[in-house]
């Protein structure tokens, strides 16, 4: 979702996945090549709503609903570092 939604935000902003809420419907085994269509439903503010569909060769495996905010990239970092014992370089 990030490489969809960051390219078209401005210079210094990413988005960040925020809630997602997912039901399995059916099981896939493993291996198998597995598509994700992420459709943009709604944008309120700084939030992005998309609802999710994940497909095997057999159909659709799981859906949901998954949010994203739009953050200020350096901030966002600071605020990581702020709560880590590491210090920025």
């Known amino acids: 979702s990030s ?3 960051d390219p ?3 210079t210094g902003y990413v988005t ?3 809630k997602i809420e997912l039901t399995h419907e059916r099981p896939t085994l493993i291996g198998e090549t597995i598509t994700l269509i992420l459709t943009v439903t ?3 503010g700084d939030n992005i709503f998309l609802e999710v569909a994940a497909h095997d060769a ?3 495996i799981c859906k949901g609903i ?3 905010t739009i953050s200020n990239k350096e901030k966002l970092i600071e605020t990581a570092y702020g709560r880590s014992k590491h210090t920025l370089l």
Do not use: Q, S, T
């Open 42 to 44: 709604k944008i309120e």
């Open 8 to 10: 078209l935000l401005p």
């Open 58 to 60: 057999l159909g659709l």
């Open 3 to 5: 490489n969809l939604l």
């Open 16 to 18: 960040v996945g925020k």
């Open 66 to 68: 998954y949010e994203r």
